[in-house]
């Protein structure tokens, strides 16, 4: 039977990009990608973190770091005008499109839009042109997107994922376990093959003490 790997993103980050664009390496594995788009931001306030973009050594290396990935794997590069931008009207039309196949090759028009076209999102103008481009009906999206109930739609999937613990983006759940980063692609599909830790180990060590603070 084939498994479901649920893909929690926001466009904002751009290893979420380079997460999406090695997807067909999960469904070749044997796993059904289903696409979970959900703020960053609030995520980052519920666990009282920063985002990579607000500490500015990070975001220096960030930005290095991802041109590097996108060189190694072929992949064009030139990322949006302004980040962090506001990603919550490309995330509202991601709600609107219910179908998992369609939504899933939305996500990946809108994360190539951003990082390898350069696209604005945050703009409605530009959005409207990435949804006409991917072969979506771009007015009646964007208006649907603006209803109350896409909105929760979009708070309700962010609180959930929340309480399943996931805490930044990219992250995958397969089988109720999490593997957050776009490098944890290889060990999904470890995962997938029947890979699998110690369990009773992990919860030893979790339930070992802290013996130094700050």
Same mark, same amino acid.
Not at 46 to 71: I, L, S, W
Not at 178 to 198: K, Y
């Given at each position: ?15 979420? !990009? ?19 788009? #959900?703020? @960053? ?7 009282? %973190? ?24 072929g992949l064009p590069f030139r990322g949006p005008p302004s980040h ?30 951003? !990082?390898?076209? &350069? ?14 481009? &991917? ?5 009646? #999206? @964007?208006?649907?997107?603006? %209803?109350?109930? +896409? ?19 990219? %992250?995958?759940?397969?089988? &109720?376990? @999490? ?9 999904? +599909?470890?995962? @997938?093959? &029947? ?9 030893? #060590? ?9």
């Amino acid at each position: 039977m084939t498994a479901t790997i649920e893909f929690y993103f926001d466009p904002v980050s751009p290893y979420a !990009w380079l997460a999406a664009e090695q997807l067909d390496r999960l469904i070749e594995a044997g796993g059904k990608v289903v696409c979970r788009p #959900i703020l @960053l931001a609030a995520l980052l306030s519920a666990n009282a %973190t920063k985002g990579p973009a607000e500490v500015p050594a990070k975001r220096a290396y960030v930005f290095h770091d991802v041109m590097c990935q996108a060189k190694r794997l072929g992949l064009p590069f030139r990322g949006p005008p302004s980040h962090p931008f506001n990603p919550l009207a490309a995330l509202r039309v991601l709600h609107v499109v219910e179908n998992e196949a369609q939504r899933l090759k939305l996500a990946r028009c809108l994360l190539a839009a951003v !990082w390898c076209q &350069g696209a604005d999102v945050s703009d409605a103008c530009a959005l409207h042109g990435v949804l006409a481009n &991917g072969g979506f009906d771009a007015d009646a #999206i @964007l208006a649907a997107a603006t %209803t109350d109930e +896409v909105k929760l739609r979009l708070r309700n999937a962010t609180l959930e994922a929340i309480d399943a613990g996931i805490f930044g983006v990219p %992250t995958f759940r397969l089988r &109720g376990e @999490l593997f957050w980063g776009a490098d944890r692609v290889d060990t999904v +599909v470890w995962a @997938l093959h &029947g890979g699998t830790i110690d369990e009773a180990l992990y919860e030893n #060590i979790l339930a070992r003490p802290a013996s130094a603070k700050r």
